[in-house]
Structure formats: C-alpha cells, structure tokens
C-alpha cells in the first residue's frame, strides 16, 4: 500500500510544502518557481513542425511543453523532438496505455494520464511499472467535462466535490502500485468552481498542482477568464506550474502566463509596460505605438517598467512610476525618466528613440 494522501481537515498546502517533482530538468515544487506550460497544436508526427512551434515558445518562456501522442508514429517522434529541444516534453496519452509506455520509452520526461480512460487496473499498473523504471513522473489529470456519472449522480452535478474525489481517486490508485511520483491537475471551463476545486485539494494532498482553466475560450475571453482564475488561485499560495488555455496561437498563451505571474509578484525579469487609455487628446496613433514598444520590450532582458502615454498633458504625471517613457503631441513627442522630460523627438521617432535607451540601458547605470 502507498502512503495515503492528505486527508479531510488537513492544512491548506502551498507550494512552499508540496513534494519535489524533477520533470527533465526542471524541478517544480517545495517551493520552486511556478513554471509555465504550453501545448503544441501540431501533429506530433510532424517533427519538423513540432520542432519549430517549440523553439518559438521557448523563445517566449515556455518551460515544460505538452505535446499529444495518438499513435506509435508520435510516440517515436517524441525521441526525435527531444533531441532538437531544451525545455522537458511531457506526452499526452488519452485511452491507450500503449502510447504512455511508447512515449516514456522514447525519452518522454513526464506523462499525463487520466488512469480511469486508458483501460482496467492492469494496464495502468503496466505504465506505472515502466514509469518507476524510469523514475518519470504520472501527471494525474481530471476535467470537470469527463467527471464520472456515479460521481455527477453522487453530488446532484458536476461540483468542485465530485472533481477533487475523482482526481484522489485516480491518484490513490496509483499509490496503491507503490508510486508516488505524481502531479495532479484538475480544470474546468468554470472558473469559480475551478477556484473551489483547488482550495479543497490544496487540503488534501501535497502533491504539486498544475493550475489552468480548460476550455476558456479566444484570445479575448479565454485570457480573461484565465486571468480571474489562476490569480484567485495562485495568489493563495496554491499551483506550481499553469498553463493558459486559448484558442490561439500557443506563443499567446506564453506570453499572458508571464504577465499573470509578474503581476502577481510570483515572476521578475522582462519589461513591463504600461499605457493609457486613449482620449480626445490623443495626437498620435497610440495603438500602434503602444503594441510595437510591447513587441520590443519582449525582446529585450531588462527588469524595468516601461511608459507609453498619448499626450504631453499628463503624459510625465502618469509616467513617473514608471523608469521610462513617451508621450506623444502634435507632430512630436516627449522621453521621460522618472516623471521628468528628457527631450522632445520627432514623432516618427520616438520608438527609435526608446529602442536606443533600452540597447544602453544597462551603459546608464554602470556610469
């Protein structure tokens, strides 16, 4: 028998106490960082592919990339990815227990399974024999939308209830094979019982939590969505990786995880900027302005905080939190440190001028 979880009327665990979790060479919990996740969406049997979408999303600080194996041509493909990437690869196995021990075979660094859709005891027992070999970890995953119908019927519908039952559930299982080298992710496409779930697992389990909203939707919507939860649930010390979910490009899904973190003081590193609203007075076109200096500052290695404002009436008011800026005019415009105006440029180049300070930002401060 396994060590038994933790059980009702347990401490809240944070990520500061959950287990130690080494996926590739990564480590999450025991108080790491929170890492972020994305998932490919090309066919994993297009290595060429593959290979390029990871390099764009390490590019934009993905650390752990999800990647699904249907077939045994994917699974063979997970060897060749490895090979061409540095960030750990965790394959994604629905129904087939064949595909888990075929990616693990093929240098997958975890897993993700859900024990209760890749058939009977037996066949989970094969994956996590070949897991323990290999000491790769189980990433134990449940989602509100495939919640079993004793446990719908058991809590008169889909509930945070029913969904942390499941997930200990599956985990009890494989701690009864005598492995314990787990993460848990539960989700759901509500975010306020995906809030609820968390909080009562967090009492449950030491285990390390991937934290995301499933199925949260576009750009748009599924950021905010994301935004609401993860921040709800981070910020009480619960989850040590996340993932954003959207329906988009996965690079976007990056990028929102940083802000989420940085935002909530859980990240430092890389530029953030901030601009105002437009208004009547606005002169020059902001927005276009405002996205090619979030462009450049994402490039760029610098912990500082970047303003971009629309006109020189409140311009160096609203910018002195910030350590440097620019406000547009009519035909012109200002730089501004620290609340106070440097110089005035030409409107067609104040993004060069930013773009200069930024290169030499670092020569500043070593005067």
Known sequence: MGRQSKVEGAKEMTRENTRVVHI????IGGGSPVLIQS???????????????????????CEIIRCTVPTLEAARAVGKIKKQISIPLVADIHFDYKMAIAAMENGADKIRINPGNIGGPDKVAAVVAVAR???????????????????????????????????LDKVHMIENLGYENMVISIKSSD????????????????????????ESGTIISGNIKSSIGL????????????????????????????????????????????????????KI??????????????????????????????????AKE???????????GLLIKKGEIVKKVPEEQLLAVLREEL?????????
Do not use: F
Not at 322 to 332: L, P
Not at 359 to 367: C, G, P, V, Y
């Open 24 to 27: 590739g060479n990564r480590t």
């Open 39 to 61: 998932m490919t969406n090309t066919r994993t049997e297009d290595v060429e592919a593959t290979v390029e979408q990871i390099h764009r999303l390490e590019q934009a600080g």
């Open 133 to 167: 070999e290999r000491n790769i970890p189980i990433r134990v995953g449940v989602n509100s939308g495939s919640l079993e119908k004793e446990l719908v019927e058991k809590y008169h519908g889909v509930t945070a209830q029913g969904i942390v039952e499941s997930a």
């Open 191 to 214: 975010v306020l019982m995906c809030v609820e779930a968390h909080e009562l697992l967090a009492q449950k389990t030491d285990y390390p939590l991937h934290v995301g909203i499933t």
């Open 231 to 282: 921040a709800l649930i981070l910020n009480q010390g619960i989850g040590d990786t996340i993932r954003v979910s959207l329906t988009g490009d996965p690079v976007e899904e990056v990028k929102s995880a940083k802000l989420i973190l940085r935002t909530l003081g859980l990240r430092k590193g890389g530029i953030e900027v901030v601009s105002c609203p437009t208004c009547g007075r606005t």
């Open 285 to 318: 076109d902001l927005i276009s302005l405002a996205n090619q200096v979030e462009t450049m500052a994402a490039q760029c290695p610098l912990d500082i905080k970047v303003a971009v404002m629309g006109c020189a009436v409140n311009g160096p008011g609203e």
């Open 322 to 332: 910030a350590d440097i800026g620019i406000a547009g005019g009519i035909g012109e």
């Open 359 to 367: 290169e030499h930002w670092n020569d500043d401060i070593s005067k």
